[in-house]
């Protein structure tokens, strides 16, 4: 299994961006995946994310501004961050697992996988 992300960069508090996280070489629907975001020295958070049955969780400092969306048929993941802050900005990573309790757990980084290689966004006030 591969996790390729795309779409990070720089923009102005206010501004929007959308990543996306192609996945590759599996067969089998996960059971969660997800966006988790790295602060410099601070463990991952679980930004947002979807479950086999298509139920959302999302961190609380997200919520309403950012929306988590799947196409089955590209194999992709999306993030469409809106009203974006300067406390956004981190290295943003896509993550997937296979079996694990599913809805709001699986914002739990403990159990997965597979993980992409990050996309950084940079957001200036």
């Known amino acids: 299994v591969q996790l390729v992300e795309s779409g990070g960069g720089s923009v102005q508090a206010g501004g929007s961006l959308r990543v996306s996280c192609a996945a590759f070489?599996?067969?089998?629907?996960?059971?969660?995946m997800g966006w988790f975001r790295e602060f410099p020295g601070k463990d991952r958070e679980g930004v947002a994310t979807?479950?086999?049955?298509?139920?959302?969780s999302y961190a609380d400092s997200v919520k309403g501004r950012f929306t988590i969306s799947q196409d089955n048929a590209k194999n992709t993941l999306y993030l469409q961050m809106n009203s974006l802050k300067p406390e956004d900005t981190a290295m943003y990573y896509c993550?997937?697992?296979?079996?694990?309790?599913?809805?709001?757990?699986?914002?739990?980084?403990?159990?997965?996988?597979?993980w992409g290689q990050g996309t950084q966004v940079t957001v200036s006030s």
């Open positions: 993550a997937a697992r296979w079996g694990g309790a599913l809805g709001s757990w699986c914002r739990v980084e403990t159990g997965y996988k597979y």
């Open positions: 070489g599996y067969t089998r629907s996960f059971s969660c």
């Open positions: 979807i479950d086999v049955d298509g139920v959302t």
